[in-house]
């Protein structure tokens, strides 16, 4: 069981356009993009409030929570933020949070033996790095460059390369944090 950051990116490092865009991801053919295999392995997810937000907007889950059901299931998901506005997409195993030290053992605890899935932004990534509980690190690199945009990781880290995969026009790269 591990603590894994996994993210999509530019070729030059955006995870989102500067305004939260994610349509250079969605331009992708969808056997690119497909993390099924990654999530059969996953327990628990977590996610930044942009994430969140993105996901809602973009697929509208609202109108849609059948949608939320079809990628995550009863899976519990932790959105972190410090807003009280964020609306719940109904039925959803979904908790709002703001602490990452504090809510990981709950994380690790509801993953059982599967994974704890960061799923996004960034910022968020590097919390769990800073409060020393994330362990790895899956970077799918895509053939897209943006201007500006969202940063992949906005924080200082060490890493070793661990495995190297092409899934169509998409590199992954994984690394374990040291």
Do not use: C
């Amino acid at each position: 069981m591990s603590t894994t950051y996994l993210m999509t990116s530019t070729l030059n490092g955006f995870v989102a356009g500067p305004n939260h865009e994610l349509d250079w991801l969605y331009d992708l053919p969808p056997g690119d993009r497909d993390f099924t295999t990654f999530l059969d392995g996953v327990g628990a997810v977590a996610m930044g409030a942009s994430t969140y937000e993105a996901i809602l907007r973009d697929a509208d889950l609202l109108q849609h929570p059948e949608r939320w059901h079809q990628a995550h299931g009863d899976r519990p998901v932790w959105v972190f933020t410090h807003r009280s506005d964020l609306p719940k997409v109904p039925g959803a195993n979904l908790r709002f949070a703001t602490d990452v030290a504090a809510e990981h053992p709950a994380m690790v605890q509801a993953a059982g033996a599967k994974d704890v899935f960061v799923a996004g932004g960034g910022g968020l990534a590097a919390a769990f790095a800073e409060a020393g509980v994330l362990d790895r690190i899956v970077i799918g690199i895509t053939p897209v460059l943006l201007a500006g945009g969202k940063a992949l990781f906005p924080a200082d880290a060490r890493l070793r390369l661990t495995e190297v995969e092409r899934k169509g026009q998409v590199v992954f790269v994984s690394y374990q944090v040291l």
